[in-house]
């Protein structure tokens, strides 16, 4: 959709937005959580306080009551992706079926009903805790805003939505077609759900410590456990435990420092994704649009926006842009890119003329980790001691409890049904150093982009088909 409004309105619809994330702009937010001091010792120690990590501390406590567990967070519980993202908790375990069927055909099946499963189990675990996050389970509904992209949502399958039906769901201009998923999908308040999570995880025993960031990793001699040392507001902390978990995932693998678990630095590449939200809108604007609150919406191209109503009514609109930065660079200053937040209102302002006059709020961005595979991977290190899952790739709010799920039994060594699959079991191919990495992004984002206005597939992303790499968000 690269495409500009002639009103103008989009580019005055900005003004006044706060480069704040709009989850985690609330007095709601609990305080931070005292660092770790001194020395401590745990049975599970966790690296990372988003999703990840938080439902990795739960799952362990509940799954064998009475484990040691301590989470350590670097910043804030929540403050980056977890806390940045649109709230689309999906089941999906490999970013859509048409990258999970190419790549493990024999297993998609398994998948598929892995990650149903697992979103029930988010459902039925946010509401056995009493967890007020606005969770709502409407599914999610994907529209063609370009006519090659209309064959794309499989007109001849039954669910397909020409463009008369597609607008009765959500009254857009731009739809040509749609597809409504119904049962893959839940929306919700990402802050407010890691808040849960982490409240539940203490009140079963797991200790939090926020500012504790990790500066060294190493097996203890003889192999009895892991030392991690960690630098506080108050200095450096020690912590030796039995098991580690890694859930770090945008931000540099701590295994990475060691030339022996190299691979492990180079396994993800971190993208930076731009989000708007608007003003609340009004009962009789939200009933103009036609929109049930609980579906959340994605368009069909490469480049895609992704967009909810979220639990006050407002309109939260991402995606489109997706930048990597040479070097692998994670910096305060990129969050703050004036020309795709620019472009993101363009687009909103042409999707939804009927709501002219309408201001975005909020602006803010968040960095993500993809991987070659565009969904998570697995490792391990120091004898099966230390395991690490990273790559969601913009999935991770409901994936995230999956690979809890899938370290846990790894550091107690079951064999399940989790543990058995090729995806898990197998890490793809890791990005090349720079400047090979940043040359082989772009050209792939260019060539995504030329197949989103052209429809047809280049040479180069065929290439990558057959070798099974990639690059997307």
């Known amino acids: 959709m690269e495409t500009t409004t002639t009103t103008g309105w989009g580019r005055r619809a900005l003004q006044g937005a706060r480069p704040v994330p709009l989850w985690l702009d609330t007095p709601d937010r609990p305080a931070a959580r005292p660092p770790v001091k001194d020395e401590e010792q745990a049975d599970l120690l966790v690296v990372g306080g988003g999703f990840t990590g938080l439902w990795t501390a739960l799952r362990a406590v509940e799954r ?71 969770f709502a389970r409407g599914g999610s509904l994907t529209v063609a805003t370009r006519p090659h992209e209309v064959a794309s949502l499989a007109p001849e399958d039954p669910g397909f939505l020409d463009a008369e039906a597609v607008r009765a769901h959500l009254d857009s201009p731009t739809y040509l077609a749609g ?14 759900l890691a808040w849960g999570l982490a409240e539940t995880a203490e009140r079963l025993g797991v200790r939090i410590a926020e500012r504790s960031r990790v500066t060294q990793l190493r097996q203890l001699p003889g192999g009895d456990g892991v030392q991690v040392r960690l630098q506080t507001p108050h200095g450096t902390a020690v912590v030796t435990a039995e098991q580690v978990v890694l859930a770090t995932n945008a931000f540099p693998n701590p295994l990475g420092r060691s030339w022996r678990h190299l691979r492990a630095r180079w396994e993800t590449v971190p993208v930076y994704d731009y989000v708007l939200a608007t003003e609340p809108l009004t009962e009789e604007q939200l009933a103009a649009l036609g929109w049930d609150p609980a579906v959340g919406v994605a368009d069909a191209g490469n480049q895609f926006h992704y967009y909810r109503i979220t639990p006050d009514r407002r309109i939260l609109w991402g995606g489109y842009d997706v930048v ?4 692998r660079s994670i910096r305060e200053e990129h969050l703050d890119r004036p020309q795709t937040f620019q472009r993101l209102a363009d687009h909103f302002a042409a999707t939804f003329p009927q709501l002219e006059g309408i201001r975005f709020t909020h602006r803010w961005a968040g960095v993500i980790d993809t991987s070659t595979q565009f969904c998570a991977l697995f490792g391990q290190a120091h004898g099966g ?89």
Not at 179 to 192: C, I, M, S
Not at 324 to 327: M, R
């Open 64 to 134: 064998s009551p009475g484990t040691r567990v301590l989470l350590v967070e670097a910043d804030r519980l929540a403050e980056q992706a977890t806390g940045r993202n649109g709230g689309f908790c999906e089941a999906s375990l490999t970013h859509g079926e048409e990258n999970g069927r190419s790549r493990w055909p024999q297993e998609y099946e398994a998948l598929e009903r892995l990650g149903l499963r697992n979103l029930d189990e988010i459902e039925e675990t946010i509401a056995r805790y009493g967890i007020d996050c606005g």
């Open 179 to 192: 597809r409504h998923d119904a049962r893959g999908t839940a929306v919700v308040d990402p802050a407010r």
């Open 324 to 327: 990597y930065h040479f070097g």
């Open 385 to 473: 001691r230390t395991v690490y899952a990273t790559g969601f790739t913009g999935l991770g709010v409901g994936a995230s409890r999956f690979a809890a799920d899938v370290m846990l039994d790894r550091l107690q060594g079951l064999d399940t049904a989790r543990t058995r699959l090729e995806m898990v079991r197998k890490r793809p191919p890791p990005f090349p150093p720079e400047p090979f990495a940043w040359l082989g992004i772009m050209i792939t984002t260019w060539a995504r982009a030329r197949e989103d206005a052209t429809g047809r597939r280049n040479l180069w992303l065929r290439t990558l088909d057959r070798l099974g790499l990639g690059f997307d968000s």
